[in-house]
């Protein structure tokens, strides 16, 4: 199965470059371009890519913007944000806003193919390590706690014990292989909590669970 790929950035040599190391690859099919948020939001609409290789700082509309209206337009496509620095404080915002993780625009030809496909199967955390340090980093420089809202509290209160000890650790960054080996089960039980989990939380993907974690204060930074 092909995945389809859209590649929004407002300098050409980057969509070029992406597009050609993609276009290599047997499984990918690079869709279209689009040269800044709007612009993304409008080909997304256009031609349904299952992802989204998106920048952050682009001129008429931003990335985070962008991804919050396709992440909105509840569509299929995935939205993997492109930045220059791992810690970019924009990352964070745009990972609140819905994508479904991050890679540096220095990434490999074989990083950067590796990196759409996990986001399009779903698993969302790329670099479980560097997404766990990127949260961390953020949530300790938020001005004020953010606590869970209100609407949500009822919601997280129908996880089970244990549905909550694997979104914990969904937070710490570890993957579904590695929550499995510390809980001592099968990792397709793993999965069937996250997907649970996902659903009562009315969460996208373990991004936003780990997010979520984040901020409910379910797991504290440092």
Known sequence: MTIRVLIADDQMMVREG?????GAMPDIEVVG??????????????????????????????GIEATREIVAADGAAKVLVLTTFDLD???????????????????SARQLADGVRVVAAGEALLAPSVTKRLITEFSKLSETPRLMPAAAQGTYGDLTERETEVLVLIAQGLSNGEIAERLVVAESTIKTHVSRILVKLGLRDRTQAAVFAYEARLVRPG
């Open 89 to 107: 404080e924009y990352v964070y915002q745009a990972l609140r806003a819905g994508a479904s993780g991050f890679l540096l625009k220095d990434a």
């Open 18 to 22: 992406f597009s050609v190391l993609l």
């Open 33 to 62: 371009e689009a040269v800044n948020g709007r612009d993304a939001v409008e080909r997304v609409r256009e031609l349904a890519p299952d992802v989204v290789l998106m920048d952050i700082r682009m001129p008429e509309m931003n």
